[in-house]
């Protein structure tokens, strides 16, 4: 009987136990679709055989677009014919992953008619994934998306979906408007999005402030987390009254200070802010007592990146202090000459972290006219090997005496 | 027929925020946890915003989707978002739709919980639900871990944050590399050449060149071009098989989990940190990989015994040292926890602090 559910003893074990079983939400789907019918029973024969059954990627799209839409075919077609093509979409999310259920529900129309019904919401980059289905229905569902007023999201080598904390519309610590930045950039590079023209990908990421809740530091080419540079707010009163509560502000606090510039003397709660690295522990520990200063703004760093294909890279410090601006046309001119830079001295599949472990971080900024600072180093170089740029000739000195 | 609309980018955020979002943007004071799992936001206006945070298995239905549209209906007048970490946050006006939206969201399955001093939800990848170079499923491993640690995402009883994050294979689709505890499928047998399919579907060239190592050379194998695995220079990365599906590394018998620990991205107290390797593999055993929550288990309650408050993984074995660390959890340290790619020798030990 086709719409019955396959035999699946091994996956059925994954519906048990207290965590939300994918298992049934693969089920939910499976009463209506017969996709979601076939891919359980390919999932059951991976858990049996220990090997997933997909087949390598694959070029479809929609017209127009070269990314958003991520190929994959079935290694066993014959078996489960209904899985043969199970394409994966990205749908750029609204900043913030904010919905209502109209717009919910409308999404869910729209793949309940043409997919499998199983979706990611969301996925690492931050997209509403729609997991499975075939070329023909990717017009039709690209169709009716943007009739809903949503778009297709980014995939290969071009800017990827910019994704942002949840910012100034529930935090106290939003330091500079994550989200109006992440829908500006998104609406800015609509085309570097939807067609790739890089060496690789170039993803965006904005926090709000230094806990960086979307692990932008981590996991974006550019990373943009919102730092203040005045002093800490302070409301003594709610000091106090940590204090009559039982916190223990020295150790927990104090002791946990990496700038080791806070005292406590039992009564008041004393900052030296100038020695501050903001790095939010005494503010996440005492929220009704400190917030983050009044003159905010970000850090933009830059070039963090996954393992492949030279090594994991965390992203470093290329702006100290950002004043964002809308329309923010400083950064985007800074990212359109990094482009440049990186577009023409990239290799194929180098993220521009890697690009500039290669060329180096100083021949970088020059190329792309940023200004060096001392908050973009740990430290200055241990080594002596140093690549000066000029020196002189006997002939200098005696034109120097000539009274240049 | 109608203009074929294309770039027009996502719906913009302000069509979705709730009122009382649009009212107190930017005017957020303070937020206090009330219990595991719900917090309040208080504006400097006075209002007070309540969200109730759900874990989710980030593989969902429509129909649960659905679910979701209902329970915002019912209780936040139709408004409601997702985390970074795939949780769905319901935001209330009400205090008193805590407790029933917490009764219909355990009716639905899903536990509330992962604020503050807990785990969150497990950032993840496809695996073999939808991944061809995965080395492990995902959703599955991800399954068996949460509901073993269940009780450490519905309470806030761990000294500091957990996260943890799963990839199922070293492109890092879900970037776990900074994470308290990374699950990371690993292959572990150099890529088997399918000769024939290789020169009618890549370029030798740039399967060659995506080796970081230099263990792929041209050379003519049965009279025609192809190209030849170093196998001693192979660590596995599959930079090849992306380039070209004639290398594939997937393999039953080798592929299977490693376990690194003590990363963190977030700037309190110690700079973000990359985790290390703590178990360099434990084979594939679904569907519960019973050896993989059993190993995470007791590093977790390790660390939950052992760190001070707000501790974090990696800060508790910076301090304590990571010989101890392997003497405490009884975990093994081989030759593979030795660092011998790039920079290799900045993760040597280079002083005598030691501890005994």
Same mark, same amino acid.
């Given at each position: 009987m086709a719409d019955q559910l396959p035999n699946t003893p091994i996956l059925d074990e994954l519906e048990k136990g207290t965590w939300p079983s994918f298992v049934k939400e693969i089920k939910l789907a499976a009463k209506n679709s017969p996709m979601s019918r076939d891919l359980l029973g390919l999932l059951e024969q991976s858990y049996e055989?220990?090997?997933?059954h997909w087949k390598h990627g694959g070029i479809v799209g929609v017209m127009g677009y070269g990314g958003g839409v991520i190929g994959r075919y079935s290694d066993l077609p014959e078996k489960y014919p209904n899985v043969s093509h199970f394409h994966t979409i990205r749908i750029n999310q609204p900043s913030g992953w904010f919905y209502t259920s109209e717009a919910l529900r409308t999404l869910c129309d729209i793949w309940d008619k043409h997919g499998s019904g199983l979706t990611n919401m969301h996925g690492s980059t931050g997209d509403i994934v729609f997991l499975g289905c075939r070329t023909e229905a990717l017009e039709p569902i690209f169709s009716e998306l943007t009739e809903a007023g949503f778009d297709l999201g980014g995939s290969g080598s071009d800017v990827r979906t910019p994704s942002c904390c949840v910012g100034p519309a529930r935090c106290e610590w939003a330091c500079y408007d994550t989200l109006a930045l992440t829908y500006d950039l998104t609406m800015h590079y609509q085309d570097e999005l939807h067609r790739p023209a890089f060496p690789y990908k170039f993803k965006f990421k904005m926090s709000g402030c230094p806990n960086d809740c979307v692990a932008s530091i981590a996991r974006s080419d550019m990373s943009i987390i919102g730092i203040w540079r005045d002093d800490i707010q302070i409301n003594h009163d709610e000091v106090t009254k940590y204090a009559e509560g039982g916190m223990n502000i020295q150790r927990d606090v104090v002791g946990n200070c990496p700038g080791k510039c806070m005292d406590w003397d039992g009564k008041e709660l004393k900052i030296e802010n100038s020695y501050c690295r903001h790095c939010m522990h005494c503010i996440n520990v005492m929220t009704k007592a400190l917030r983050p200063g009044k003159d905010r703004g970000a850090c933009v760093l830059l070039g963090s990146k996954a393992p492949i294909v030279e090594g994991a890279l965390l992203s470093s410090v290329l702006i100290p202090f950002w004043k964002p601006k809308p329309p923010y046309t400083d950064l985007k001119d800074m990212v359109e000459r990094m482009h440049d830079v990186w577009c023409e001295e990239g290799k194929a599949r180098e993220r521009i972290g890697e690009f500039i472990q290669r060329v180096g971080l100083g021949n970088f900024l020059e190329e792309c006219e940023i200004d060096i600072a001392p908050e973009m180093v740990a430290h200055p170089r241990e080594n002596p090997y140093i690549f000066y740029e000029e020196y002189y000739e006997e002939d200098d000195g005696e034109e120097d005496e000539d009274g240049e | 027929m109608a203009e074929r609309l294309t770039d027009i980018g996502p719906p913009h955020y302000e069509k979705f925020l709730p009122p009382i979002v649009k009212e107190n943007y930017g005017k957020w004071l303070y937020h206090e946890?009330?219990?595991?799992g719900v917090m309040v936001h208080v504006s400097e206006s006075g209002a007070k915003l309540f969200t109730i945070r759900a874990g989710s298995p980030r593989l969902i239905s429509t129909e649960k989707i659905r679910n979701y549209a209902d329970l915002a209906e019912k209780y936040c007048g139709g408004h409601l978002r997702f985390t970074s970490r795939h949780n769905v946050e319901f935001l209330l006006t009400d205090e008193k739709n805590i407790d029933p939206l917490i009764k219909d969201l355990a009716d639905l399955g899903h536990p509330v919980g992962g604020i503050g001093n807990a785990i969150s939800s497990i950032v993840h990848t496809q695996g073999w639900v939808h991944c061809h170079s995965a080395a492990t499923d995902a959703s599955g491993v991800v399954k068996a871990v949460m509901d073993d640690l269940n009780e450490y995402f519905t309470s806030t009883k761990l000294p500091g944050k957990l996260r943890i994050a799963l990839a *199922? *294979?070293?492109?890092m689709c879900g970037a776990v590399h900074c994470s308290d505890i990374a699950i990371l499928g690993i292959h572990r047998r150099p890529p088997k050449v399918n000769h024939d399919t290789l020169r009618k579907m890549c370029e030798i060239p740039s399967v060659s060149a995506s080796c970081p190592t230099a263990a792929i050379r041209p050379a003519t194998v049965n009279g025609n071009p192809s190209v030849e695995v170093l196998e001693d220079r192979c660590m596995f990365c599959a930079n090849c098989y992306t380039v070209c599906p004639s290398m594939p590394l997937n393999d039953p018998l080798n592929d299977g989990i490693s376990i690194w620990i003590g990363g963190k991205v977030s700037n309190a107290r110690h700079e973000p940190m990359f985790s290390k390797l703590a178990i360099p593999f434990i084979p594939n055993n679904p569907p519960r990989w019973p050896e993989v929550t059993t190993a995470i288990r007791n590093i977790v309650e390790l660390w939950a015994a052992n760190a001070n408050k707000y501790e974090r993984m990696g800060e508790w074995i910076e301090r304590i040292g990571w010989p101890k660390f392997f003497k405490m959890s009884g975990i093994e340290f081989q030759k593979e926890h030795i660092d011998d790619f790039k920079h290799a020798g900045l993760t040597f030990k280079r002083s005598t602090h030691i501890t005994f």
């Open positions: 055989e220990k090997i997933g | 946890v009330l219990k595991p *199922c *294979c070293l492109n």
